[in-house]
């Protein structure tokens, strides 16, 4: 039974933050006990048998996963995945803890069906979100923890910030995401350059290395980019990924584009996400995906806000797809859609 036409009013009369904390606070109720959890399964569980999906030297259960900002710290993934993704991506998490920006800093935009958030990267630090790691209880799903730098570390000394979280994480993740992208932290796009990227590509995957012993697994590494770069800085950046060895892309993060938006929140500042980043963020895998030509696989993200958003995704050249903002407009029932539109044995 979908009951989320009914709950989606009681939500957005409450202020986009704190009904975010509401859905947080729920899943983490529906996920304390074996019994909430496979009730959560029941309800949410697909019509056909989801297909694995090998990609990184990793199988996932199906092809769906929940996009970074939802599950900041790592503490609802039991719920998440009672949901059925096939994959949950925590974070962004910093080496410190940092409050974020001042709110109001989330946006809901209903006519657009789109969320403008700046939240700059809130987060209780790495060594807690690790502390929540180890008491998860994981199942099936495969969990990615998505690292950016400290808003006051200088950009000179992003690398230091990301490798002491490769550190940190790589024992707790099934995989990591360099995060250079994010409009909301002041100059961390320019990280995105091809030769500041590389850099810190390879002082990343240096560390990863160091640690595959110690572990006795190859931790893969992604790398988030822009949908707002010009093609030859696309192009720069994703030579930078395979310059920089690591296992993957994943496109789009947010855009501060606002063509077509008629919400009165359009003058806010920060990333937009939502119906409104659909075509560009297609434009850009579709683009990434020829660029690379199959040297690295491509995870779609951004804009994905039905089960067809997906299945384009997949077509487009896609190995996974992630959704975010579909689920504050459509509900949990989004996520099951997905994968059985993306089940079909003519996408592998």
């Not at 995060?179 to 909301?184: A, H, K, L, M």
């Not at 810190?200 to 770069?229: C, F, G, T, W, Y």
């Not at 093609?231 to 395979?242: F, I, S």
């Not at 804009?303 to 958003?309: I, L, N, S």
Request: charged share 20%; net charge neutral; with cysteine.
């Amino acid at each position: 039974m979908n009951l989320y036409p009914v709950i989606k009013p009681l939500l957005f009369q409450l202020q986009p933050e704190q009904a975010h904390g509401a859905t947080v606070a729920a899943l983490r109720l529906a996920g304390c006990s074996r019994l909430t959890c496979w009730c959560l399964q029941r309800c949410f569980a697909p019509r056909v048998v989801p297909r694995p999906v090998h990609a990184f030297g990793l199988t996932f259960p199906n092809a769906i996963g929940l996009a970074a900002g939802y599950d900041k710290n790592a503490e609802v993934v039991p719920g998440l995945a009672g949901l059925g993704f096939g994959h949950i991506e925590v974070g962004t998490v910093t080496p410190l803890a940092q409050p974020g920006n001042p709110q109001p800093r989330l946006f809901r935009l209903v006519e657009d069906r789109a969320v403008i958030n700046r939240m700059g990267f809130n987060n209780p630090g790495g060594a807690l979100v690790a502390e929540n790691l180890v008491r998860m209880k994981r199942g099936r799903v495969v969990i990615g923890v998505n690292i950016g730098k400290n808003k006051l570390t200088p950009n000179e000394r992003a690398a230091e910030d990301y490798v002491t979280l490769v550190r940190q994480m790589a024992p707790l993740a099934d995989y990591l995401v360099i995060n250079v992208s994010s409009p909301n932290t002041p100059g961390l796009r320019a990280l995105q350059s091809e030769t500041v990227l590389r850099e810190i590509l390879i002082a990343a995957v240096a560390e990863r290395n160091d640690r595959a012993h110690d572990l006795q697994k190859m931790l893969p590494i992604l790398v988030k980019l822009s949908p707002d770069m010009p093609a030859e800085g696309l192009a720069g950046a994703l030579q930078a990924a395979v310059d920089g060895k690591v296992d993957g892309v994943i496109v789009t993060n947010t855009t501060l584009a606002r063509e077509g938006i008629t919400s009165r929140y359009q003058e806010e500042s920060g990333g937009l996400s939502g119906a409104p980043l659909r075509e560009r963020s297609l434009a850009v895998l579709k683009e990434a995906v020829t660029i690379l030509n199959g040297e690295l696989p491509v995870v779609a993200s951004g804009g994905v806000m039905t089960a067809e958003d997906a299945r384009a995704r997949l077509d487009a050249g896609a190995v996974l797809v992630q959704l975010y903002t579909g689920l504050v407009f459509l509900g949990p029932g989004l996520v099951r859609e997905c994968v059985e539109r993306t089940a079909r044995e003519d996408l592998y």
